[in-house]
Structure formats: structure tokens, C-alpha cells
């Protein structure tokens, strides 16, 4: 970027330099005219001056090139710094901000928001120092060569920065709503189309384009008052440069007329002045894009001053057992205000197998969240192998973790591609071992591209069953020390059911196993059985001990059996 101004200062100097030529020229040609004969050395001066006017503005335009390829390539640069510095914080960022976020509203903050700041650091920079040059520079020129008139030329500027001021308040306020009204356009365009199916199914097509022509028809709104608002600056700069321009040939031919002057300075004038026109009608473009970039940049830093509230401090690499206890934790949903747990406490040895049971909103995807830390506790403390969950490598513990959610998520990619996305050096035959443990891998050789089918976004081309099973073949390839299932076969039959379970027993046998279920058949062979109800256990033990018990549990085991008969 100095180097950027450098050219700047040069390319202007060479810009400005060969006009006071054209002054020295016309004297020439009107002391020509005077006397009816151009003398030989007028000719070879007219011939110089003519060559200088010629050679000067080329280097300046060369300049110019090197100007741009400074400065509009350095801001295509921070662009690029930008773009991953908040990608990389958004990563960095815990599940609960996401929650209170709309994805639209991070798209237009990663994208428009950045574009602005790109703009206004690239042409924005460039345009504003090139006019404060270009301005001493004529100036000094300017002065040197009449200062009277340097004053009635310059008498309008004043007015016109005042101006440009007063709109520049304006268009920053219109562009603030402007940009709001975008990632409001942007969230229900992005909610519309990941809920297309919903959409259909219940035949709100109309509804949705009619709330979406309102939308667009506010975004239009507020973006057609800010254009209105930003087009008043070029004509105004127009309007005062042409007053300057009136100035110059007032007081110009007055001072002319008693001698004080000749034709060849009110020519700079002229020259000088209108060199400023385009500077000057640039001042409204930079000063919107300014306002844009400083309500842009307001919108980027809201979220790269969020704190991480979950920090790995520990980088050491160690072997992860699988033991986990919770001891009184407790958590509350900042967005909703409900209270998910409450004082749990319980035990899962290492290798064993526990099977988190209970109504809807009785805490159980909690525990998962938080032994994934995901989510911190507001009370108590989550130990892993006897060390507090805090204190552990938290890169390492989610690479010993395979974790299956309760919302099966897969990218818009290959399936080859999604299961094998937890390990580095994948290869067709572990891919497809584990598929089959997951009971999908018929269902793959099926597709006519197998298991290089482009699923769509979300996997939108798939059943929830395949989903599930295709995130389960995800988990398991990982080989971890502790598996994390979050009602992650709620979408498959009975009988697929028993299956992926008989298969993926081996895998989890000597590994410690978390299985959230509505279902008693994911039950049965558990080491440990924990029924929740309101963020509380209020019954364990094994599948044994629980129906012997004649509580919750074997009611709810009654109910299913009865459902399936």
C-alpha cells in the first residue's frame, strides 16, 4: 500500500506537471497571432511544450497501472485474509451462538459485508489519497501562478465538502437498514430452500413467494432511498466545480482585461480545475462505499469480538481409556432459558455399555452435547479417565469420539466421501467394512454411481434411515475409544435395528458405548440403563434389575411391547 501511494504521488505529478505547458503554448500562439508570423525558435518551444504534454501523461498512465496493481491487488489480498480469519473464528465459535444466529445473516457478513471493506480499502484508499495529492499539488501550482484567482476558484470547495458531509450521515444510516434488510432476504431465502420439502408438502409455495416479494420489495425499498440519496453527489459536484469554473472566467477576463494575467494562465485554470472534476465527483462514490465499509465492519466485528468459550489448553497426546462421570452438573439453555439438567451425577466404567432412556426434553442429547463439550456445564464437573473434562486435549477427545447426533447432518458430497470424512488415509475396503456394520452398504450398491453418488445438500436425495445409517458407517470407521449415539436409530425398522446393533457390538466391546434411545430394543444388552425425567436420573440399573423394579421403565418397556404386537 506505500508503495501504492508512491505511484499515486508520482502518476500525479506527471499528470499535473504538462499544464502549465499548455499556458506557455497558447501565450506562444497568441503572441503569434499578434505579430502574424511564428518565429523559428517559437516553433522549436511549441514542438518541446507539445512533446512534454505528449510523453508526461503516458508515464502518468503507466503509473497509474502500477497504482492499481498496488493497491486494488493488496485489498484483494485482505479480502482474502478476511474472508479466513472469520471463517476461521466461526469454526472457533461454541453451538449456542449458531442457535441464536441466522445462517444468512454469517453468509452476508463472510460475503457482502467483506466485499464492502474490500471496496473500500481498495478504490476507496485509492481514490481518496489521490484526490488529497492531486489537490495540494494544484494548489501549489495554483498559487504559484495567481493567488487571487487561487481563491475565487477554490471559494466553492468549502461548500461542497460540507455537503458531501451532511449526505455522507445519511447514506451511512440508509446503508446500516440497507444491509439489515439484505441478510433478512438472505436468512428466509437460505430457511425457504432447506425447508423445501416442508414447504410442498403443505402446499405453501404461494405463501412463501408472497412473503418473499415482501422481503424483497422492503430490501428494494430501502436500497432504491439509498441510491436516490447517493446519486445527489455527483451532480452537486458538478454544480460546484461549474461555479468554480464561472469564478475562473469572471475574474480571469477582469484580470486579463487590466493586464494582470494572460490568456495562458486563465487556460491553466481551466486545465487545473477541470483535472479536479473527476476526483471531486468521485468523492460521493468513495464516501458511500466508506459509509458501507464502516457499517460493514461494524457487522463483522460484532462477531469476531465474540469470545471463544470453549478453549483447548491442552496439546498433549495420551491414550483415552473411556471412563466418564458426571458429577452434579447442571445446564441451562441461554436461548430458551430451560433448564436441561439438573445436579446429575452418575458413572460409566470403561467398556461399558450405557443406554440414556426418557421423555422428550428430559435432558438426555444434553449429556451427549456436553461430554463432546460442545456445551459447558453451568454447575458441577464432567471427568474423563478421572480428569476433569476442562483439563483434557479437547482435539484429542473428539478424535477418540465417534459421535453420532441426533440431527444426522451430511454434506453435499459422495458418499464415499461422507463416510470416510474422519479419517485421513481412507481406502474402498475399511469404507466399505464399516458400511456394512451400518447395514447400508446394499443399499449403496444400489444407486447407479454407488459409492460415488452425489447425495445433494444435507443429503437431501437419501431417507432418514439411510441418513442415520450412512452417519453410523461415519462414526464407527473412526475406531474410537468412545462411542456417542444420539437416537441415531430412531429411523430404521426393528429388525435393521437389531442388526446394525449384533454388528457394531464388536466394535464396542472392549470401547465405552452412550447410546440415547426412545427405544427399549437398543436396551437390552446395556451394561447400565439411566431413565431421565427433567435433567434427572430417576432410575439405573441393568435391563434386569429395571424390570424387576416395576417402575418407569418397565411400563415404558410394557407399552412398546405392546405397540409392536
Request: glycine share 6%; aromatic share 10%; proline share 3%.
Amino acid at each position: 500500500m506505500v508503495l501504492g501511494v508512491i505511484f499515486i504521488i508520482f502518476s500525479n505529478f506527471f499528470t499535473i506537471y504538462p499544464i502549465k505547458f499548455f499556458g506557455k503554448a497558447v501565450n506562444i500562439i497568441a503572441a503569434a497571432f499578434q505579430n502574424d508570423s511564428l518565429q523559428k525558435e517559437q516553433m522549436n518551444t511549441l514542438i518541446l511544450y507539445s512533446s512534454i504534454i505528449i510523453i508526461m501523461p503516458i508515464i502518468s498512465g503507466f503509473l497509474k497501472f502500477c497504482m492499481r496493481q498496488t493497491l486494488i491487488v493488496t485489498s484483494r489480498k485482505i479480502e482474502f485474509e478476511l474472508k479466513n480469519n472469520i471463517y476461521r473464528h466461526y469454526q472457533t465459535l461454541s453451538v449456542s451462538i449458531f442457535k441464536k444466529s441466522k445462517i444468512g445473516d454469517l453468509m452476508n457478513r463472510i460475503s457482502e459485508d467483506v466485499v464492502n471493506v474490500r471496496q473500500y480499502l481498495g478504490p476507496g484508499v485509492m481514490y481518496t489519497i489521490n484526490l488529497c495529492v492531486m489537490l495540494v499539488m494544484i494548489l501549489i501550482y495554483m498559487l504559484l501562478s495567481d493567488p487571487v484567482m487561487t481563491l475565487y476558484a477554490l471559494v466553492p470547495l468549502p461548500v461542497l465538502s460540507f455537503c458531501i458531509y451532511r449526505l455522507s450521515t445519511i447514506v451511512n444510516k440508509k446503508t446500516k437498514i440497507a444491509q439489515q434488510k439484505q441478510s433478512a432476504l438472505s436468512s428466509f431465502v437460505q430457511d425457504s430452500f432447506s425447508g423445501i420439502r416442508v414447504i410442498k408438502s403443505f402446499v405453501k409455495e404461494d405463501y412463501i413467494v408472497s412473503l418473499y416479494m415482501q422481503k424483497s420489495d422492503d430490501y428494494k425499498t430501502q436500497s432504491l432511498s439509498l441510491a436516490v440519496t447517493a446519486a445527489f453527489f455527483a451532480p452537486l459536484t458538478l454544480f460546484v466545480v461549474g461555479l468554480s469554473n464561472i469564478f475562473i472566467l469572471y475574474i480571469g477576463g477582469q484580470r486579463f482585461i487590466e493586464g494582470k494575467i494572460d490568456v495562458g494562465t486563465i487556460t491553466d485554470f481551466f486545465l487545473y480545475l477541470n483535472i479536479l472534476i473527476w476526483p471531486f465527483t468521485a468523492v460521493g462514490w468513495v464516501t458511500s462505499i466508506n459509509r458501507r465499509a464502516e457499517a460493514s465492519m461494524e457487522r463483522i466485528n460484532e462477531f469476531l469480538d465474540i469470545e471463544e468459550e470453549i478453549i483447548n489448553t491442552n496439546h498433549e497426546i495420551y491414550p483415552v481409556r473411556g471412563n466418564i462421570r458426571f458429577e452434579n452438573v447442571s445446564y441451562t439453555y441461554p436461548n430458551t432459558g430451560i433448564q436441561a439438567l439438573k445436579n446429575l451425577s452418575f458413572e460409566i466404567k470403561a467398556g461399558e455399555t450405557a443406554v440414556f432412556m426418557g421423555k422428550t426434553g428430559s435432558g438426555k442429547s444434553t449429556v451427549g452435547l456436553l461430554l463432546m463439550r460442545l456445551i459447558e456445564p453451568d454447575e458441577g464437573t464432567i471427568y474423563v479417565d478421572e480428569k476433569p473434562l476442562r483439563e483434557h486435549n479437547l482435539t484429542l477427545l473428539r478424535e477418540k469420539t465417534g459421535f453420532v447426533p441426533q440431527e444426522n447432518f451430511l454434506f453435499s458430497d459422495t458418499i464415499f466421501n461422507n463416510i470416510v470424512y474422519g479419517i485421513e488415509k481412507p481406502t474402498q475396503e475399511l469404507m466399505e467394512k464399516y458400511a456394512k456394520n451400518a447395514e447400508i452398504h446394499q443399499n449403496i450398491m444400489e444407486f447407479k454411481d454407488q459409492y460415488q453418488t452425489e447425495i445433494g445438500e444435507r443429503g437431501v436425495t437419501l431417507s432418514g434411515g439411510q441418513k442415520q445409517r450412512i452417519s453410523i458407517a461415519r462414526a464407527l470407521i473412526k475406531n474410537p475409544s468412545i462411542f456417542l449415539f444420539d437416537d441415531s436409530l430412531s429411523a430404521v425398522d426393528t429388525e435393521t435395528e437389531e442388526k446394525i446393533l449384533k454388528n457394531i457390538s464388536s466394535e464396542t466391546a472392549q470401547k465405552t458405548a452412550l447410546i440415547i434411545t426412545h427405544r427399549i430394543s437398543s436396551s437390552k444388552n446395556a451394561d447400565k440403563i439411566l431413565v431421565l425425567e427433567k435433567g434427572k436420573i430417576i432410575e439405573q440399573g441393568s435391563f434386569k434389575e429395571l424390570i424387576g423394579k416395576r417402575g418407569v421403565y418397565f411400563d415404558l418397556y410394557n407399552r412398546q411391547i405392546n405397540e409392536n404386537l
